[in-house]
């Protein structure tokens, strides 16, 4: 048991980076699909794609709620530091999402639908490009002294965090638009594929700026990701990329079906894979580790008990879920109407 | 102990103003979705079809009340890492029962919810019917570990603290801290009793208006009947959930009283109808009073001792009047809704609710209408008088609120604060003026059919 213990830390590190990729593998499309929906050229098209995400998308932001709950749970530190130094872009995020959520269940009951499809649009712009300045924020290093933050409140707001944003906006609308291409036929799937398409590049252009960056910051001794003790596993992970990417690509030309969003999927996967690989053991760099931040053993103990056997139920019933409405969206199911 | 607008006290007007919005609409969803799931078990039952049309017809509502009771509990789960980082930091239990609350709970909800509202023609009637129990299921446990969790803050047991942080010794004595069974059965029954009210209010509605008048007498005598236990039921529970008070936290519950003085030994306390309490001079400025009604309420003795506030440091009294008046109103309510449960079940000895005859009691139907925004009230009032009498702690007698609070600049909370009123407040008169239009559209044909059975059903 004692030679387990050591080892819940790095459960929970892993749980999270899963829960990390399963929100933005799942919420990715919803908000991404809700970006995409801006440039929706009738009111049948956006009500299309509102409809085709309306069954799962509480589904998919619960992941965020789960991704808070447990890092507050196992990493209390963590928690308390890392959501006061974002107090900002968080609050902003969960404006964004609030607007997107209810547009989801009002746009159906609203005399006036433009205006809650609107809604639906700007809430998702809004909640991508925040979490992209509460994850770039993250990354880019947090002052903590006696477990309290001891930087200054506008340091989420650096090149850094603003190039992660600009990028997760873009993979968000890559998701978002395979998505719609797996739901959606003629003309309306022609032009989510040409955005996918648009979008990869986007991805690949903000990644390869931001590996840039992060190399330059390195080589003049400033902080980046590459610096710590892992840093140099983001490499690893870039040949796996490219794969992907070519593979992306290829079943974008070829106007697959579902292999669009599956790649697209991999490829945030071997994202959150490299984000994590740099950064072990640390829970927010440069120096908190999650030895340091964790809760106390009985804690971990108690929650890798009750994790261990829900997550596996969890991913049981979402994959049911997501099985019941597979295929092409349709208009047949919604109450009343 | 707080200048006003200083960023501790921001910081607790923002939580309490996202608690309050939050728990508008979660009540509704635990209580209406169980109502739900009543129904569709009773259409699986009997095949009768107005049972499949109410599950059908509150579902579209429950849609539009969840989707906004899920956007506004977001923010109060990273209200603790936001506002309350310290807090967060230092406090064993309560962030691992919060984990296990997202766990067990929420994505229950979410993760059938899809197939509640939506799947009524992709799965079996059973296969949906087991949905729509995952999801009552889910909302429940929710009310559990949330209780837990704020049951622990108002009688924190199973803990020690060392060098001011707080460790945890036993899990059991911890969930099952003193407050927890009582508080959370109050507060269970308060989701019920709201949904039962506005079931209630809206069956009443229609059928004062005439519309599907036959078909809203069956969801009016459904919520008589959850009425008639739950009103006298909740009436008791709170009775007993006052005791524990008294016993647990004497500065809550004589704050709540306004009750300064002790009683002398032979002579009974008065409970206080009404009063204008004077924190300054420590004293009542006026108050109406029943005699010996406090000391029999709270001992069941006429002259048994109440502890008065004079008794405690003044810097461990809680703001006296933000817990006296919020408190009456629950009580109030309570009774109301008891007396007026008491009134239906007369009428309905009387032969009066039948399908023919209910739209003949017009004063009895409109009384229900009115009981709807009553039990949001109730609701309320009972959380600020259960919040605001836990000051000046965050964990009774163990975390000062004031201690716990992230030192963030006051102008970024105000500025949070400002834009969560507005936004919360433009979000709910949306759903209320939608929550109108689907009650002013009514049920309509497609509600009516049940789907056919499909093979393997």
New interface residues.
Partial sequence: METLQTYLPDYFFLALGLLLFLYMATDGYNLGLGIFSLAARREEERAFMIHSI???W??S??W???L???L???F??V??????AL??P??IM??G???R??A???YD???NRARWGLAFGLGSLVATVAQGFTLGGLLSGMPVVN???AGG?GDWLNPFSALVAAGGAAGFVLLGTTYLAMKADGELRGRALKTAAIAAWAVLAGLSVILLWMSLQHREGRYSLLALRQGHYIYLTVPIFLFEFAMLLRSLRKAEPDKPFQWSVLLFLTLVVGIAAALYPMAVPPGLSIFDAA??P??LW??FA??AV??PV?LA??AW?YL??RGRAGG?????? | MDTLFDSVMLSRLQFAAMAMVHISFSVLTVGLALFIAVMEGLWLRTKDPVYYGHA??W??LL??N???G??????L??A??????????????F??????????A??????????M???????PPKLHFFSTC?VVLGSSLSVFWIMVANSWMQSPAGVVVDGGRI??TS?REAVFNPDMVISTTHMYLACLQTSLLVVGGISAWYVLKGRHAAFFARSFQAALIAALVIAPLQVWIGDENGREVANLQPTKLAAMEAHWETNPAGQGAAWIIAAWPDEANQRNAWAVEVPYVLSLLLTHSPTGEVKGLKEFPRDLHPPILMTFYPFRVMVFAGFAFLGLALWTGWRWKKGALTAERLAGERRLLYAWVAAGPLAWAAVEGGWITREVGRQPWLVYGLVRTGEAA?P??PG?VAA?LA?YLV?AGL?TA??VG?AA??LA?GP?A??LEPPQARPGS
């Fill in positions: 309306a069954s799962t509480h589904a932001q619960t965020l709620v789960i808070g709950g447990l507050f749970g196992a209390p530190v928690y308390g530091v890392a959501m006061s107090y900002v968080v609050m969960l404006a999402l609030a607007f959520g209810v989801v269940e009002f009951e609203s005399p477990g309290q933050f409140w809760a106390p009985r804690s108690f929650l009750v994790s829900l997550l969890m019933y979402n879920q019941v409405f047949a199911d919604r109450p009343g109407h | 059908r017809f579902s579209r849609l539009l969840f989707g906004i899920v956007v506004t509990g977001l923010p789960e990273f603790f890492g936001n506002n309350w980082a310290p807090f967060a930091a230092r406090s064993a239990f962030g691992e029962i919060l984990g296990t609350e997202t766990l067990s929420f994505m229950l909800e979410a993760g059938f919810l899809g197939v509202i939506f799947g009524w023609n992709r799965v995952m460790i945890l899990y992230t963030l600049p970024a949070s834009g936004i979000l949306a759903f939608l239009r689907v559209q309509d497609s509600m």
